[in-house]
């Protein structure tokens, strides 16, 4: 409340008196009209001094409340003076620690970290350090090693010993570039962990992948750790298989900057089929399990796996063959087979032959640009050859095939050609004619060595026994199958004639083997299975063939493999057509001839003994893709026959275009 300053009263006129009677009325009626305003200033002025007199007691009130404060603040502020004091004491102490904390943990750091210029490889292993003394490296404890120069190179293991100024480390993992650093820093500390995952969910963006480094040449390259989901592959090494995937679905996509061949498997499965990746190609990877990979190329002109071919073309002879288009080309190279060996006894020798062997093949894709000329080298195939009974014993070995060549623009590729069999004749003893080794394969994606040619074995005592195998068949399906093995057993009986069939692109032709069977054949083997083993005497049929609406697609060669091998005869073999062998023949009284082969198919061997002057026994001629047989001829005497054998298989080569 505040307190006003008084309003004065108007002065009252002078009263009347009766000492003047003349103006007693007038003056009278002046003064009694002005009491009335006098009166309200009088009553205004009371209301004032009142209203004066209670501002006055409350300014009265608020100043004795207010020193009541003041007097309580004062006692207030006395007591925060003593706990600011108290508190002051608290922080000294506080602060003393502090610094004695500091001290231990700078005495404690120096305990625990260690420097060294030891020279030490990056990797893992038992990895010696000399260090200062004094460090607190018991054993087990977990330490992580760090080049200074180079941060990123990294070691993490346990110490095994500390010993003086020896440390031992067990080092587990490493990071960073390999090499020798001797600038290390040793604390303690294990390798970052694994980044935790992420849960499912819907994007509202794009999802930037990024682009990884080219992991380290191998036949399972790291791709998985190579920073980035887009992976360069720069190695020229065959790729048969990857690391175990963080997970199942992880996946990958690999751009080849140089040309390398992908291998299928089982785990490690490429749609389409084992091939050659060019650079600008892509390869989808998708883990199946951790462990099992498919695989899809994607190739720079456009097409899947395996191209579209177009354009095919079977080559007969040498040439410079010239690329009509650019794009991914594939050839297939088939080199020549050999041909049999030959051998003629008599008086009671053992006689012996063996087939000749299929030729390598190579299989190549190579990307060609319009006008990129190569050349084609078809090495000749393995001639036949042919003997005539002139002296006792004789023997004549077959021909080899030439190898075969495709080269140019960095291709380089070689078939060996076939090998030629040989003929044995002993008097004493076995005679052993030994099977040809396949030709040899190189340059290629795939190299196949040829089938080689089984062993003939006339075993002693067994007199004017008769061996002979048949041809053998180049390598289709990657398993080089051979013709089957021949040994004669007896006890000394004259005339057991055993002879095996030639091979076939879908497997080999029986293995004859026995005591005294007198005479027994395998016949040839099939284009989708092996013909049966000789135990007893008897002809014996051929292998299967395939049903006849197959078309191989291996490698997508334009050939169909549908013959079915064809049966052992006393007379002559019938001829087998494509994919099969022909079966063996044994004989004595008249001329015979093993069957000819249409492609991929060994001709059968042939035994005969006890003919007469002017009889001929000749192993067929193989077209392509198979050997001949050998041919043995015995005769307790001298008599004018011939035997030959047929050529083996020429060379060829298919080449495919987009």
Same mark, same amino acid.
């Given at each position: 409340?505040?307190?006003?300053?008084p309003?004065h009263? *108007?002065?009252? +006129?002078?009263?009347?008196?009766?000492? !003047?009677?003349?103006?007693?009325?007038?003056?009278?009626?002046?003064? %009694?009209?002005?009491?009335?305003?006098?009166?309200?200033?009088?009553?205004?002025?009371?209301?004032?001094?009142?209203?004066?007199a209670?501002?006055?007691?409350?300014?009265a009130?608020?100043?004795a409340a207010?020193?009541?404060?003041?007097?309580?603040?004062?006692?207030?502020?006395?007591?925060?003076?003593?706990?600011?004091t108290?508190?002051?004491?608290i922080?000294?102490?506080?602060?003393?620690e502090?610094? !004695?904390?500091?001290?231990a943990?700078?005495?404690?750091?120096?305990?625990?970290?260690a420097?060294?210029?030891?020279?030490?490889?990056?990797?893992?292993?038992s990895?010696?350090?000399?260090?200062?003394?004094?460090?607190?490296?018991?054993?087990?404890?977990?330490l992580?090693?760090v080049?200074?120069?180079?941060?990123?190179? &990294?070691?993490f293991?346990?110490?095994a010993?500390?010993?003086?100024t020896?440390?031992t480390?067990? /080092?587990?993992?490493t990071?960073?570039?390999?090499?020798?650093?001797? *600038?290390?820093?040793?604390? +303690? $500390?294990?390798?970052?962990?694994?980044?935790g995952?992420?849960?499912?969910?819907s994007?509202?963006?794009?999802?930037?992948?990024?682009?990884?480094?080219?992991?380290?040449?191998?036949?399972?390259?790291? %791709?998985w750790?190579?920073?980035?989901?887009?992976?360069p592959?720069?190695?020229?090494?065959?790729?048969?298989?990857?690391p175990?995937? +963080?997970?199942?679905?992880?996946?990958?996509?690999l751009?080849?900057?140089?040309?390398?061949?992908?291998?299928?498997?089982?785990?490690?499965?490429?749609?389409?089929?084992?091939?050659?990746i060019?650079?600008?190609?892509?390869?989808?990877i998708?883990a199946?399990?951790?462990s099992?990979?498919?695989v899809?190329?994607? &190739?720079?002109?456009g097409?899947?796996?395996?191209?579209?071919?177009r354009?095919?073309e079977?080559?007969?002879? @040498?040439t410079?063959?010239t690329?009509?288009?650019?794009?991914?080309?594939?050839?297939?190279?088939?080199?020549?087979c050999?041909?049999?060996?030959?051998?003629?006894?008599?008086?009671?020798?053992?006689?012996?032959a063996?087939?000749?062997?299929?030729?390598?093949?190579?299989?190549?894709?190579?990307?060609?640009?319009?006008?990129?000329?190569?050349?084609?080298?078809l090495?000749?195939?393995?001639a036949?050859?042919?003997?005539?009974?002139?002296t006792?014993?004789?023997?004549?070995s077959?021909?080899?095939?030439?190898?075969?060549?495709?080269?140019?623009?960095?291709?380089?590729? #070689?078939?060996?050609?076939?090998k030629?069999?040989?003929?044995?004749?002993?008097? @004493?003893?076995n005679?052993?004619?030994?099977?040809?080794?396949?030709?040899?394969?190189?340059?290629? *994606?795939f190299?196949f060595?040829?089938?080689?040619?089984?062993?003939?074995?006339?075993?002693?005592?067994? #007199?004017?026994?008769?061996?002979?195998?048949?041809?053998?068949?180049?390598?289709? &399906?990657g398993?080089?199958y051979?013709?089957?093995?021949v040994?004669t057993?007896?006890?000394g009986?004259?005339g057991?004639?055993?002879? @095996?069939?030639?091979?076939?692109?879908?497997?080999?032709?029986?293995?004859?083997?026995?005591?005294?069977?007198?005479?027994?054949?395998?016949g040839? =083997?099939?284009?989708?299975? +092996?013909?049966?083993? /000789?135990?007893?005497?008897?002809?014996?049929v051929?292998?299967?063939?395939?049903?006849?609406?197959? @078309?191989?697609? /291996?490698?997508?060669?334009?050939?169909r493999?549908?013959?079915?091998?064809?049966?052992?005869d006393?007379?002559?073999?019938?001829?087998?057509?494509?994919?099969?062998?022909?079966? =063996? %023949?044994?004989g004595?009284?008249?001329?015979?001839?093993?069957?000819?082969?249409?492609h991929? $198919?060994?001709?059968?061997g042939?035994?005969?003994?006890? $003919?007469s002057s002017g009889l001929?026994?000749?192993?067929?001629?193989a077209n392509y893709?198979?050997?001949?047989?050998?041919?043995?001829?015995?005769?307790?005497?001298?008599?004018?026959?011939?035997?030959?054998?047929?050529?083996g298989?020429?060379?060829?080569?298919?080449?495919?275009?987009?």
């Amino acid at each position: 409340m505040t307190i006003t300053a008084p309003v004065h009263a *108007d002065v009252l +006129p002078e009263g009347p008196s009766i000492d !003047d009677p003349d103006n007693f009325d007038e003056e009278a009626d002046l003064f %009694v009209a002005d009491l009335r305003p006098f009166g309200i200033q009088m009553n205004a002025l009371s209301d004032n001094v009142y209203a004066n007199a209670l501002a006055t007691k409350d300014l009265a009130d608020a100043a004795a409340a207010s020193a009541s404060t003041a007097t309580d603040q004062a006692g207030t502020a006395t007591t925060q003076a003593g706990i600011a004091t108290t508190k002051a004491s608290i922080a000294t102490t506080k602060a003393q620690e502090a610094s !004695d904390s500091a001290t231990a943990a700078a005495n404690s750091a120096t305990g625990l970290i260690a420097t060294s210029t030891s020279s030490v490889v990056l990797g893992n292993g038992s990895k010696v350090f000399a260090v200062a003394t004094g460090k607190q490296f018991t054993a087990g404890v977990v330490l992580q090693m760090v080049s200074v120069g180079t941060p990123t190179a &990294r070691m993490f293991g346990t110490a095994a010993s500390y010993v003086g100024t020896t440390l031992t480390a067990t /080092v587990t993992q490493t990071e960073g570039p390999a090499g020798t650093y001797n *600038d290390w820093v040793i604390a +303690p $500390g294990g390798a970052q962990g694994p980044t935790g995952g992420t849960a499912g969910g819907s994007l509202t963006g794009p999802l930037n992948a990024k682009k990884g480094a080219a992991p380290a040449s191998s036949a399972t390259p790291d %791709v998985w750790n190579a920073g980035g989901n887009y992976v360069p592959i720069t190695q020229t090494a065959a790729i048969t298989g990857l690391p175990n995937a +963080p997970q199942a679905g992880a996946a990958r996509t690999l751009k080849a900057e140089s040309t390398f061949p992908v291998v299928s498997s089982a785990n490690f499965f490429v749609h389409g089929g084992s091939t050659a990746i060019n650079p600008g190609d892509e390869l989808d990877i998708v883990a199946d399990t951790v462990s099992t990979f498919l695989v899809t190329v994607r &190739r720079n002109t456009g097409t899947g796996n395996g191209g579209s071919w177009r354009n095919v073309e079977i080559l007969l002879g @040498s040439t410079v063959w010239t690329a009509k288009v650019s794009g991914l080309h594939r050839i297939i190279l088939v080199a020549g087979c050999g041909s049999g060996g030959l051998a003629i006894g008599s008086s009671g020798a053992r006689v012996a032959a063996s087939g000749g062997s299929g030729g390598g093949l190579v299989i190549k894709d190579f990307y060609a640009n319009a006008g990129d000329a190569y050349t084609l080298v078809l090495g000749a195939r393995g001639a036949g050859v042919t003997l005539v009974m002139q002296t006792g014993n004789q023997t004549l070995s077959g021909n080899d095939a030439a190898d075969s060549t495709f080269t140019g623009n960095g291709v380089s590729l #070689v078939a060996g050609g076939g090998k030629k069999g040989v003929g044995s004749v002993a008097t @004493s003893g076995n005679a052993v004619a030994v099977g040809a080794v396949g030709g040899t394969a190189s340059g290629g *994606d795939f190299n196949f060595s040829g089938g080689p040619s089984g062993t003939a074995t006339a075993s002693a005592p067994s #007199v004017n026994a008769v061996a002979a195998t048949g041809g053998a068949v180049v390598t289709w &399906r990657g398993t080089p199958y051979s013709s089957g093995t021949v040994t004669t057993t007896g006890t000394g009986g004259g005339g057991n004639q055993y002879a @095996s069939g030639g091979a076939g692109v879908g497997g080999k032709s029986g293995d004859v083997i026995g005591s005294d069977l007198g005479q027994a054949a395998s016949g040839g =083997a099939g284009a989708n299975g +092996p013909s049966s083993n /000789v135990t007893t005497p008897g002809l014996f049929v051929g292998g299967p063939g395939i049903d006849t609406n197959f @078309s191989s697609v /291996v490698y997508m060669a334009p050939l169909r493999f549908t013959g079915q091998g064809t049966q052992a005869d006393i007379s002559s073999s019938l001829a087998a057509s494509s994919g099969a062998g022909s079966g =063996a %023949v044994i004989g004595t009284t008249a001329s015979r001839q093993t069957g000819q082969t249409d492609h991929f $198919g060994g001709t059968g061997g042939l035994a005969a003994s006890n $003919g007469s002057s002017g009889l001929t026994f000749t192993s067929g001629t193989a077209n392509y893709g198979g050997a001949s047989g050998g041919v043995a001829f015995s005769s307790n005497s001298i008599v004018s026959v011939t035997v030959t054998s047929g050529a083996g298989g020429a060379a060829f080569a298919i080449i495919q275009a987009p």
